[in-house]
């Protein structure tokens, strides 16, 4: 038997099932701890267009829900997979919090 963290443990599932997290160190004991990522660009299953997630699971364009894997943006440019209203509200996001 093996002996892994519960970090561990949790980081080889979400390797099994496809699912990207953040790995943070220096947690106390040598462990590492997961940090998953609280807003990005979600697919709902449903939708065409990718959609930017809020930490309360809310589009910015307010029309979807999703609790799924988010992917960080790389950079602020359009992309046509992504919804047009999401990409506005987050292009004037980004241009507030830089003021």
């Not at 697919?43 to 960080?72: I, N, Q, V």
């Not at 943006?73 to 359009?78: A, E, F, N, R, T």
């Not at 992504?82 to 292009?91: A, H, I, Q, S, V």
Request: some cysteine; glycine content about 10%.
């Amino acid at each position: 038997m093996t002996n892994l963290t519960l970090a561990d443990m949790i980081l080889r599932n979400d390797r099994l099932y496809g699912m990207d997290r953040q790995v943070v160190d220096g947690c106390i004991g040598g462990g590492r701890m997961t940090k998953e990522l609280t807003e990005g660009w979600g697919f709902p299953g449903a939708s065409r267009k990718a959609h930017y997630f809020l930490e309360d699971a809310k589009s910015l364009c307010g029309k979807w829900m999703y609790t799924g894997r988010l992917e960080a943006p790389k950079d602020i440019k359009p992309h046509k997979d992504n919804c047009t209203d999401c990409f506005r509200r987050l292009e004037k996001r980004v241009a507030r919090d830089a003021a």
